[in-house]
Protein backbone atom coordinates (compact mmCIF):
# COMPACT_ATOMS: atom_id res chain seq x y z
CA UNK A 1 0.00 0.00 0.00
CA UNK A 2 1.02 3.49 -0.68
CA UNK A 3 -0.16 6.63 1.05
CA UNK A 4 0.47 10.11 -0.42
CA UNK A 5 -1.33 12.24 1.00
CA UNK A 6 -0.52 16.01 -0.25
CA UNK A 7 -1.14 18.74 2.43
CA UNK A 8 0.37 21.49 3.14
CA UNK A 9 2.25 19.72 5.79
CA UNK A 10 2.84 16.79 4.15
CA UNK A 11 4.13 17.03 0.44
CA UNK A 12 5.43 13.99 -1.01
CA UNK A 13 4.70 12.09 2.12
CA UNK A 14 4.69 7.77 1.28
CA UNK A 15 4.06 5.70 3.54
CA UNK A 16 4.20 1.49 2.19
CA UNK A 17 5.74 -1.58 4.04
CA UNK A 18 9.16 -2.40 4.72
CA UNK A 19 11.38 -4.68 2.95
CA UNK A 20 14.55 -6.53 4.08
CA UNK A 21 16.81 -4.74 1.79
CA UNK A 22 16.18 -1.31 3.73
CA UNK A 23 17.15 -2.59 7.13
CA UNK A 24 20.50 -0.64 6.96
CA UNK A 25 18.73 2.63 5.89
CA UNK A 26 15.73 1.82 8.40
CA UNK A 27 18.83 1.24 11.13
CA UNK A 28 20.23 5.12 10.38
CA UNK A 29 17.06 6.33 10.70
CA UNK A 30 15.60 4.95 13.81
CA UNK A 31 18.72 4.57 16.00
CA UNK A 32 16.97 3.78 19.00
CA UNK A 33 15.10 0.75 17.63
CA UNK A 34 17.81 -2.20 16.95
CA UNK A 35 18.49 -3.92 13.87
CA UNK A 36 16.82 -7.20 15.45
CA UNK A 37 13.84 -5.71 15.50
CA UNK A 38 13.56 -4.40 12.28
CA UNK A 39 14.66 -7.87 11.43
CA UNK A 40 11.85 -9.12 13.03
CA UNK A 41 8.75 -6.79 11.84
CA UNK A 42 9.75 -7.39 8.47
CA UNK A 43 9.73 -11.61 8.96
CA UNK A 44 6.35 -10.92 10.84
CA UNK A 45 5.49 -9.18 7.70
CA UNK A 46 6.59 -11.77 5.37
CA UNK A 47 4.71 -14.06 7.79
CA UNK A 48 1.36 -12.72 6.85
CA UNK A 49 1.11 -11.20 10.53
CA UNK A 50 0.67 -7.49 9.41
CA UNK A 51 2.72 -4.96 7.92
CA UNK A 52 5.78 -2.85 9.14
CA UNK A 53 4.69 0.27 8.01
CA UNK A 54 7.08 3.03 7.60
CA UNK A 55 6.71 6.56 6.39
CA UNK A 56 9.29 8.68 4.05
CA UNK A 57 9.74 12.41 3.20
CA UNK A 58 11.53 13.27 0.75
CA UNK A 59 13.37 9.26 0.39
CA UNK A 60 14.05 9.58 3.81
CA UNK A 61 12.39 7.08 6.43
CA UNK A 62 10.54 9.28 9.04
CA UNK A 63 8.32 7.42 10.94
CA UNK A 64 7.37 3.76 11.18
CA UNK A 65 4.14 1.55 12.72
CA UNK A 66 3.73 -2.13 13.19
CA UNK A 67 0.14 -3.69 12.59
CA UNK A 68 -0.55 -7.03 14.49
CA UNK A 69 -2.94 -8.72 13.18
CA UNK A 70 -5.27 -10.95 15.86
CA UNK A 71 -3.41 -14.33 16.85
CA UNK A 72 -5.71 -16.45 19.12
CA UNK A 73 -2.43 -18.64 19.52
CA UNK A 74 -1.35 -15.46 21.62
CA UNK A 75 -2.48 -15.25 24.93
CA UNK A 76 -1.84 -11.34 25.07
CA UNK A 77 -3.45 -10.84 21.53
CA UNK A 78 -6.57 -12.51 23.23
CA UNK A 79 -6.81 -11.35 26.61
CA UNK A 80 -5.54 -7.79 25.68
CA UNK A 81 -6.92 -7.63 22.28
CA UNK A 82 -9.94 -9.18 23.00
CA UNK A 83 -9.44 -10.62 19.12
CA UNK A 84 -8.74 -7.04 17.78
CA UNK A 85 -5.66 -6.21 15.94
CA UNK A 86 -2.79 -3.93 17.62
CA UNK A 87 -1.59 -0.96 15.98
CA UNK A 88 2.43 -0.94 17.81
CA UNK A 89 5.37 1.28 17.84
CA UNK A 90 4.32 4.17 16.12
CA UNK A 91 7.33 6.36 16.02
CA UNK A 92 7.95 9.82 14.24
CA UNK A 93 11.35 11.07 14.20
CA UNK A 94 11.71 14.69 15.66
CA UNK A 95 12.80 16.81 12.51
CA UNK A 96 9.40 15.70 10.91
CA UNK A 97 6.08 16.37 13.82
CA UNK A 98 4.22 18.57 13.23
CA UNK A 99 3.91 17.46 9.41
CA UNK A 100 1.07 14.87 10.09
CA UNK A 101 3.64 12.11 9.29
CA UNK A 102 2.29 9.92 12.83
CA UNK A 103 -2.10 10.41 11.62
CA UNK A 104 -1.03 9.29 7.74
CA UNK A 105 0.69 6.50 9.47
CA UNK A 106 -2.55 5.49 11.68
CA UNK A 107 -5.00 6.13 8.72
CA UNK A 108 -2.65 3.75 6.57
CA UNK A 109 -2.65 1.38 9.35
CA UNK A 110 -6.45 1.49 9.35
CA UNK A 111 -6.57 0.74 6.17
CA UNK A 112 -4.65 -2.59 5.95
CA UNK A 113 -6.51 -4.00 9.17
CA UNK A 114 -9.90 -3.28 6.94
CA UNK A 115 -8.26 -5.26 3.59
CA UNK A 116 -7.48 -8.09 6.24
CA UNK A 117 -10.96 -7.95 7.53
CA UNK A 118 -10.29 -6.87 10.97
CA UNK A 119 -13.05 -4.81 12.60
CA UNK A 120 -11.35 -3.22 15.71
CA UNK A 121 -7.79 -1.79 16.21
CA UNK A 122 -5.99 -1.33 19.77
CA UNK A 123 -3.01 0.18 20.79
CA UNK A 124 -1.44 1.27 24.34
CA UNK A 125 -0.46 4.90 24.42
CA UNK A 126 1.62 6.76 26.81
CA UNK A 127 0.16 8.87 29.89
CA UNK A 128 3.11 11.43 30.61
CA UNK A 129 2.57 15.06 29.58
CA UNK A 130 5.00 14.41 26.41
CA UNK A 131 2.29 12.45 24.83
CA UNK A 132 -0.65 14.91 25.48
CA UNK A 133 -0.62 16.25 21.31
CA UNK A 134 -0.17 12.85 20.30
CA UNK A 135 -3.69 11.35 22.58
CA UNK A 136 -5.63 14.54 21.24
CA UNK A 137 -4.53 14.33 17.66
CA UNK A 138 -5.74 10.27 18.36
CA UNK A 139 -9.16 11.36 19.94
CA UNK A 140 -9.61 13.57 17.07
CA UNK A 141 -9.01 10.70 14.61
CA UNK A 142 -12.03 8.65 16.63
CA UNK A 143 -9.83 6.78 18.63
CA UNK A 144 -11.26 6.18 21.98
CA UNK A 145 -9.25 5.23 25.66
CA UNK A 146 -11.02 1.72 26.41
CA UNK A 147 -9.26 1.84 30.18
CA UNK A 148 -8.35 5.44 31.56
CA UNK A 149 -6.77 4.08 34.17
CA UNK A 150 -2.70 4.00 33.73
CA UNK A 151 -1.04 0.74 34.28
CA UNK A 152 2.43 -0.11 33.62
CA UNK A 153 3.78 -1.99 30.26
CA UNK A 154 7.11 -3.27 30.42
CA UNK A 155 9.21 -5.20 28.00
CA UNK A 156 12.66 -6.79 27.55
CA UNK A 157 14.55 -4.80 24.37
CA UNK A 158 17.18 -6.92 22.37
CA UNK A 159 20.11 -4.34 21.67
CA UNK A 160 22.24 -4.58 18.58
CA UNK A 161 25.33 -5.71 20.64
CA UNK A 162 23.70 -8.64 22.12
CA UNK A 163 22.51 -7.30 25.33
CA UNK A 164 18.92 -6.11 26.36
CA UNK A 165 17.26 -3.10 27.83
CA UNK A 166 14.22 -2.48 30.04
CA UNK A 167 11.15 -0.88 29.04
CA UNK A 168 8.81 0.41 31.12
CA UNK A 169 5.97 3.30 30.70
CA UNK A 170 2.79 4.27 32.04
CA UNK A 171 0.06 3.89 29.48
CA UNK A 172 -3.78 3.25 28.79
CA UNK A 173 -5.67 1.15 25.96
CA UNK A 174 -6.96 3.17 23.16
CA UNK A 175 -9.50 1.13 20.42
CA UNK A 176 -11.44 2.40 17.40
CA UNK A 177 -13.97 0.13 15.56
CA UNK A 178 -13.26 -0.06 12.00
CA UNK A 179 -16.65 -0.55 10.85
Given at each position: ?27 A ?42 D ?32 A ?28 A ?14 R ?18 Y???V ?8
Open positions: MTTGPETESSPGLVIRPATLGEIDVLCAFPGRPRVLHEERIQHQVDGHGPYLIAWLGGEPVGHLQLQLPERDLDSMVEGRGAAWAEDLWVTPGARGRWVGPLMRSLESEARQAGVARLIFFAGVSPEYAARAIYAWMGWRERREPFVESATLPRDDGGTDTVEATIWEKELT
